[in-house]
């Protein structure tokens, strides 16, 4: 397997931070993406490291250590509307595409 | 087209038929993959279409689940004597390749329910 972990449930308030954490094998990696997926609709992408550090694209960072084989995706502002799964997928040496179980987060008021 | 089109949007079929599945990918994407997603559950790797390279198999759970692409484009995903534990969400995901940073775009997905 891909050995892709992330936790299964998160609740956070509305307008706080959360970070959501993801591990995963580092043998063949060749980046890390971030995927969101509301119920009953497709994935949509978020966000994608390949190098270490962190990258910021308006509410929502993610960043990666490659060495430590670990990734986070940080949600600030929560909204109502991110309620959502959030999935964690790792890219391989020959491109293929490995998700994890995914983290389903609840925002309450 | 568009986006990544997947048909039918919805199956209903019994135990025992054989079912196909289809994915139109955005033109252009070399890179094709399948998943499965059982309710509440996440993304399971199928099958993953590059080019003209052999496809990578290892996530199809049996001998009933096999695919194919013609001309590098269309793709079809075949299930035969459907199970009930067959029962899921299948989606498709297309992407480039050779550019770093490219997402997979994922299609609407077909619910196949095998009663």
């Known amino acids: 397997g891909q050995n892709i972990d992330q936790p299964t449930e998160m609740t956070a308030t509305e307008g706080a931070i959360v970070q959501i954490n993801c591990t995963y094998q580092t043998s063949g990696f060749n980046g890390l993406f971030w995927y969101q997926q509301h119920a009953g609709e497709a994935p949509t992408f978020l966000s994608y490291?390949?190098?270490?550090g962190l990258e910021e694209k308006g509410r929502f960072s993610s960043f990666l250590s490659r060495s430590k084989g670990y990734s986070y995706l940080l949600l600030k502002e929560l909204q109502m509307k991110d309620s959502a799964s959030y999935l964690c997928?790792?890219?391989?040496?020959?491109?293929?595409?490995?998700f994890g179980t995914g983290t389903r987060l609840t925002v309450i008021p | 087209g568009a986006g990544v089109s997947q048909s039918p949007s919805n199956k209903v079929t019994e135990k025992g038929k054989d079912v196909e599945l289809r994915c139109d990918p955005i033109?252009?994407?070399?890179?094709l993959y399948w998943y499965r997603q059982s309710l509440g559950q996440g993304l399971e790797f199928l099958i993953y279409?590059?080019?003209?390279?052999?496809?990578?198999k290892s996530g199809l759970p049996s001998d009933r689940f096999s695919a194919e692409r013609t001309g590098g484009s269309v793709s079809t995903l075949t299930i035969q004597r459907t199970q009930q534990e067959d029962s899921a969400v299948y989606l498709c995901?297309?992407?480039?390749?050779?550019?770093?940073?490219?997402?997979?775009?994922f299609g609407q997905g077909t619910r196949l329910t095998v009663v």
């Open positions: 997928a790792r890219r391989t040496g020959a491109n293929n595409l490995f």
């Open positions: 279409f590059q080019g003209n390279s052999a496809p990578d």
């Open positions: 033109s252009g994407h070399t890179a």
């Open positions: 995901a297309s992407s480039l390749i050779g550019q770093d940073g490219t997402e997979a775009f």
């Open positions: 490291n390949v190098l270490d």
